[in-house]
């Protein structure tokens, strides 16, 4: 390999991480400087990077919570030892660790300590919320941490962690097809007030939410009987699980994977599981319901740990409780649709709201991030 050329190894967890390390990838191609991409990425970036690792089983790192990892702590661990083998082996110049702070801190550890390469975090952990104890991780062993958020870009500094503020690629977002084109394409009727639900992406969000989602849905149609449910799937798997449940509950709406963006244009409101989602309805102009549920004793572990006063991103953006937020014991169907019957009721304001969420998750993007990166590993190569 030429003197010239970066070798950078990357990490993606989850599907999310996928679509941010796209776009990182894709500046990195179209900087002058001549790159190899390694690592383990999702299918559908394969295809982007020069080697990707197949003996490691991705889907054992995409668990949430506190339980779910210790039950799949041997599996975390051996899949984890092989993938830092693999890095070691193809002596990275630059590692970058998507999302997933605590799969990518252990490898951010490794690779500082073995091979003293260049460590870039893509998505700050959530220090400001909660575990603040990791900015001291940060300031160890990762040399750029890189904010979707400009108020976790203002924390970092606070704390003196290097950091750039990117901004998030939902900032992008704007309405490709009509509404009558995206009602044929997905063969929807065209008489129905759409409302879209997003239960996740993890086995466990599943697990733990789907059942209160369609009691949900049988609550607000007491008084909304023009629904139709629009349920986007993060994979086919998903899409089986949950169009059984919606056939046996007699709910009308359709599930289809891959069709999030379709999905929230057409709805006016969303009931959306906390997280990534949450944005992604905000910013294609669909007032969020944010709803989490996990088990008992994660949440008690959990609400323990947490130190902000709220978990959905727009209100973590806003720094006002806008959007509602229904956790744990207050997610349950009458709260649903107590809350789908308010927005309704006053849908202007909401959406003025929804204008100042996507300004201000506005950033650098991802050229100039590119560049600052390049540049910090020339600076730190030319000291050596």
Known sequence: MSEDTVKIGIVTAEESGDLLAAEFIHALFASNKKVQICGLVGKKLGHMIDDVSTEVDRTVFNVMGVIDPILNLQKILGERKKLLEYFIKQNIDIFIGVDSPDLNLYFHKKLKNKQDIMNIQLVSPSVWGWRPKRINLLKKYVDLTLCLFKFEHQFLQQNTVNSFHLGHPFAKIKQQNDRNS?????????????????????????????????????????????????????????????????????????????????????????????????????????????????????????????????????????????????????FNDKSVANQFKKITLDKNTYKIKLFDVKELIKGKGFAKVTAEVLKLYENKRGSR
């Open 182 to 330: 995206i009602i044929h394409t997905h063969n929807l009727p065209n008489d129905k007030t759409f409302v879209s639900v997003l239960v996740g992406s993890r086995d466990s969000e599943i697990q733990h939410m789907l059942d209160t989602y369609i009691m949900s849905i049988k609550e607000i149609n007491k008084n909304f009987q023009n629904n139709f449910y629009l349920f986007p799937a993060s994979n086919e798997r998903h899409e089986e699980l949950i169009n059984q449940s919606l056939l046996s509950n007699n709910i009308n709406g359709i599930v289809k994977s891959g069709a999030s963006s379709d999905f929230l244009q057409l709805s006016e409101i969303a009931i959306v599981t906390s997280g990534t989602a949450t944005l992604e309805a905000a910013c294609n102009d669909s007032i969020p319901i944010i709803c989490y549920k996990t088990g008992a004793i994660n949440y008690f572990i959990l609400s323990k740990l947490l130190t902000s006063k709220y978990i959905g991103i727009p209100n973590l953006i806003l720094n006002k409780n806008v959007f509602p937020e229904l956790i744990q014991n207050d």
